[in-house]
């Protein structure tokens, strides 16, 4: 048995002798789970023990019960309680104890069943099935064991169709733990389990790596004897950095220079490494960003001799991991902006000195390579706020299973430098304009700009264009998703969910140009309306400035950047209060709403002069209205008694409380302000002499001069009325919570939120005439926030109006509507293009019968190019379907419904070419296999125009009819024929 099974084993046995299933019963709930414990039973099954099979990932109400760090935090959703100390789902039980009890008697059931080897009974217990499945194989009986120390259903799947060749719909663990032990042959339960691993994903995933890499660079032999290309691009920057590291910094650190000018210096050297100039590529480092590392390079001397001290621990290689990772995060945590250094920053930093330190064991993280990484294996994904050392030695692993199997392939890598080059290489092959885009990171590198290098890893302005059905709709979902979230689903309905989610969260907006689209439509229009929202207005035709899609975009792309940069309130309970939506002052009465913002109140200008404290704060509304109209018919008879304003001055008298928060609207559809109600009632006629402005509240401000789209807070547009209660099953809590209270990260490391607007048939526009004056505005450099930023006044609204740099703009063009060549030149100018043509190779082993799909399509294609242009081409989506359904009746509607319709389109329903392009002219054999009929006219045409017509002047006697043969589509020789001719022939 290896050596790092015996450790599994002692672990194991570690485990079971603190926590024996007799135990189980006994255990208390500061036992089972408690903040920062490594001793508490979720942290044995979770972390002690991830070498005997991952659970990290999703949160942590896995569990059943956990103890909260952040006991500040509200938990919207119905299914989950809490208190001071834990979190739990709700269905366990109304209070902690109640839940744990609850979880408690589930986790014994399964042990018990795992040591009878009751695998339908694990399968029934009501746990989350990650989490279940490691207790069941933590607790079953090793001598006769049932469970691997696999959890996750893709892999035992994979290993068993490879195996036997079978594959299950919809299995459950419980049938597939069952099938799996079925081929175990008495080998060791773990050693086993690493098999499956292996052949279950580690093979399958490495292979597709290995294809990718080779496709980058397919003159590669071995890392020993490298090429060119792949010495510059992956290779030499990443050894110079480690050689710079070995003999520069490393005689420095063990052991650790001591005095307090070496210390600094070893500090301050120790920060130029991330902005280290290289002479391999003529350029900075670009390992780690300059937004995850510039506060390094801005701490104070005192804090740089620390810096050196907690990288000399980090790279100590006799500190275990478990100490020195979490050691030097809260070194960076300490140090940088507001105590919270990023999730992706930690990553990043911490292993960017251990692979220095160390480049043969020691892997590079960068977020998002290795979360795409970790997900092709079917490893959990990174979970926590900072680099765990479980999450580390995870990625650790792995690597190390590639390393192996790399030198299993003869390829003798040499080190972390060539697995990492391996990987990455392999999942990321940037286009040219990711190439471009990769040019403009090495320059803010070297010059940083915040928002330009938060927003470069995706261009702010890209085309997709090519023929129909090359997927392009697809990929502008998966594309935006991307750009939103960093990265995007695998799986296609779990994309789509994401798409649409982003949708209804309005990160996404979508439009499709059409002829006829205007300025009006796109940026901001006059609009007819008819008024009705308040007394004075009802039935009045007013004419308002609507904003068009692309405006509203661009606010709320806006207000996301605005909302990093405002200080946080904390105010607690935020789903427990009441909420109200207010106007001070607005567009008539500005001087009165600017006095508000400046000294912290509110004030109404309804209720005439006259001092309602003298009121019992009624709240039952007959009574009060009631009470209201009294003290104005008496105090002030000439004031406004309609409803509107006695309902006005009931909310603003009776029922606002202090603690209750106010939302103070800009017109109906944008919130500028928030506050916290602090006082009660006043009536002050002096503030504003001669004005209607005489009731007062105090109110601290939360935020102020805010511009915020009401869909970000709210539902439902604002209506005009001065005050009226806001109702919250429409609130936004979890966007009020980020603006109001959120801690995680924040200030200048954070990007804001990206948004994408997706325009679909972008050519079939007018973009001058859409677009105007904006076309100069959609430039990265000329953004908000850039340095060329450039605004202008719109001619409707005349506000100043710039592009943020955080909405990406995505279009998409069909080439065989509109040639590339005619765009619009300054929306070329202004435009990344990145072409989609037809790939065959994606219906690589698609087959119907004898029928290859990928050579059929492929064999059109060069056809249509050779008779008409490649942005006629036929696209491959048209065909996927076929991988579900391989069927000749499934073949026969794509190519009776789109293909031959859409040659019929190219061609001007030339039937001679589509002839050509099907091959029927090369089927004269076959006549029932060709798809298109060439008949002569009966009798050269003289029946159909009689004998005396001279049909040779017209050329009738010449003439063919074309017809369909229907009969042909459900034929598998007639697409044969397309692609191989001769295969007709020798039959």
């Known amino acids: 048995m290896n050596e790092p099974i015996k450790q599994q084993y002692a672990l194991w046995d570690q485990f079971l002798e603190r926590f024996p299933l007799e135990k189980l019963q006994s255990m208390s709930l500061e036992e089972y789970s408690q903040v920062g414990s ?20 999703s949160t942590s109400f896995k569990f059943g019960i956990y103890a909260r760090r952040n006991t500040d935090k509200v938990f919207k959703k119905q299914q989950y309680k809490s208190d001071d100390q834990y979190a739990w789902q709700a269905k366990y039980g109304e209070t902690s104890e109640e839940a744990f009890s609850a979880v408690k008697s589930v986790i014994i059931k399964i042990a018990e069943a795992a040591l009878l080897g009751d695998l339908d009974a694990i399968d029934q217990a009501d746990l989350s099935p990650n989490y279940k499945w ?154 780690v960003g300059w937004r995850y590392s510039e506060f390094v390079k801005k701490m104070d001397d005192r804090a740089q001799i620390d810096f050196a001290k907690a990288v000399s621990r980090l790279t100590d290689p006799t500190i275990g991991l478990d100490v020195k990772i979490p050691d030097f995060i809260d070194f960076l945590h300490q140090h940088s902006a507001d105590g919270k250094c990023g999730q992706a920053a930690t990553r990043s930093l911490t292993t960017f000195f251990l692979f220095l330190s160390d480049p043969k064991i020691h892997f590079f993280i960068k977020t998002e390579e290795v979360s795409k990484l970790l997900k092709l294996f079917n490893l959990d994904k990174f979970n926590n706020d900072s680099l765990a050392p479980e999450e580390y030695g995870r990625v650790q692993r792995l690597a190390g299973d590639i390393y192996q199997l790399l030198v299993e392939d003869g390829l003798d890598p040499q080190d972390m430098i060539d697995v990492q080059s391996f990987v990455w290489s392999a999942l990321y092959s940037p286009s040219a ?75 996404i907006s979508f439009v499709s140009f059409h002829q006829s689209f205007s300025y009006e439509e796109f940026i901001e229009g006059i609009r007819p309306e008819l008024s009705g929202q308040d007394e004075s207005e009802q039935g009045q035709l007013i004419y308002k400035v609507e904003d068009g899609l692309f405006k509203k975009i661009c606010s709320m792309a806006r207000s996301s950047s605005d909302d990093l940069q405002r200080a946080k309130s904390k105010v607690n309970d935020l789903t427990s209060r009441n909420y109200y939506k207010m106007s001070i002052g607005g567009l008539y009465d500005p001087e009165i709403e600017s006095y508000c913002f400046e000294n912290g109140i509110l004030t109404l200008g309804k209720g005439g002069d006259v001092d309602y404290s003298v009121l019992s704060k009624e709240k039952n509304w007959p009574k009060a209205r009631d009470e209201i109209k009294n003290i104005m018919q008496t105090g002030a008879p000439g004031a406004d008694m ?79 009325q001065s005050i009226y209660n806001l109702n919250p099953s429409y609130l936004n809590f979890e966007y009020l919570e980020k603006i109001l209270n959120s801690s995680s990260e924040g200030g200048e490391n954070e990007p804001p939120e990206r948004y994408v607007l997706i325009i679909d048939e972008i050519n079939r526009a007018n973009i001058s005439k859409v677009l105007g004056e904006l076309i100069t505005l959609i430039e990265p450099d000329k ?34 509507d509109r040639s590339l060549a005619l765009m619009d030149t300054a929306l070329r100018r202004r435009f990344e293009f990145g072409e989609m043509m037809p790939d065959s190779d994606l219906l690589a082993g698609i087959e119907v ?119 042909a589509l459900t034929d598998p020789d007639a697409y044969v024929g397309i692609y191989n001719s001769a295969a007709l022939k020798e039959e």
């Open 38 to 57: 490594k001793d508490s039973f979720t942290w044995w099954v979770e972390s002690g023990l991830d070498t005997l099979g991952s659970i990290w990932g």
């Open 134 to 287: 490691k207790l069941a194989h933590l607790y079953q009986d090793r001598e006769r064991p049932i469970v691997l120390n696999i959890f996750t259903k893709e892999v035992l799947a994979h290993f068993l169709q490879a195996k036997t060749g079978v594959t299950v719909p919809k299995p459950t663990l419980a049938h597939l733990y069952r099938e799996t032990m079925r081929l175990r042959n008495n080998q060791d339960l773990l050693e086993f389990g690493d098999v499956v691993w292996k052949e279950g994903t580690i093979q399958k995933s490495y292979a597709k790596i290995k294809t990718d890499f080779f496709k980058h660079f397919p003159d590669f032999s071995t890392f020993t004897n490298p090429t060119e290309k792949y010495l510059q691009e992956e290779r030499n920057y990443k050894q110079e950095l480690c050689t710079i590291y070995a003999k520069e910094i490393a005689p420095r650190l063990h052991p650790l220079v001591s005095g307090e000018e070496e210390l600094l210096q070893l500090g301050k050297d120790l920060s130029a490494l991330f902005s280290r100039k290289l002479v391999s590529d003529n350029a900075p480092q670009n390992l």
């Open 433 to 507: 304009a990711e190439q471009s885009e990769l040019e403009t990171e090495k320059r803010e590198q070297e010059s940083p700009l915040q928002l330009e290098s938060d927003m470069s890893s995706y261009p702010l302005n890209q085309i997709l264009y090519g023929p129909p059905g090359t997927g392009k709709t697809y990929t502008t979902a998966k594309r935006a998703v991307q750009i939103c979230d960093g990265s995007s689903p695998g799986d296609r309905a779990a994309l789509m969910h994401r798409y649409r989610e982003l949708i209804a969260e309005k990160r």
């Open 642 to 720: 309609r409803p509107f304003s006695v309902q006005a001055m009931y909310y603003f008298r009776n029922i606002l409380d202090v603690g209750d928060i106010v939302i103070v609207s800009r017109g109906n559809k944008s919130m500028q302000a928030v506050g916290l109600v602090t006082g009660e009632y006043e009536y002050k006629p002096d503030i504003f002499p001669g004005q209607e402005y005489v009731h007062f509240r105090n109110v601290k401000w939360l935020i102020q001069g805010s511009n915020t789209p009401v869909e970000k807070v709210y539902s439902k547009n604002f209506t005009q």
């Open 783 to 816: 953004r908000l926030g850039m340095i060329n930023e450039v605004t202008v006044k719109l001619p409707y609204s005349r506000e100043e109006f710039g592009i943020p740099a955080n909405l990406h703009i995505l279009g998409t063009m069909n080439t065989a």
């Open 849 to 967: 019968g004898e029928i290859k799909i990928d050579k059929l399509l492929e064999t059109m294609n060069q056809r249509i190019e050779a008779l008409y242009d490649r942005e006629h081409t036929i696209g491959h989506a048209f065909f996927l379907p076929l991988k579900k359904e391989p069927t000749i009746d499934n073949l026969a509607s794509i190519f009776n419904h789109k293909i031959i319709p859409l040659l019929a389109e190219y061609f001007f329903e030339d039937w001679q070419k589509i002839r050509l392009v099907l091959g029927d002219n090369q089927k004269t054999d076959h006549p029932g296999a060709q798809f298109i009929l060439e008949e002569e006219l009966e009798n050269n045409g003289s029946v159909l125009f009689g004998n005396s017509t001279d049909l040779a002047m017209y050329g009738l006697d010449r003439a063919r009819q074309y017809v369909r043969n229907k009969v």
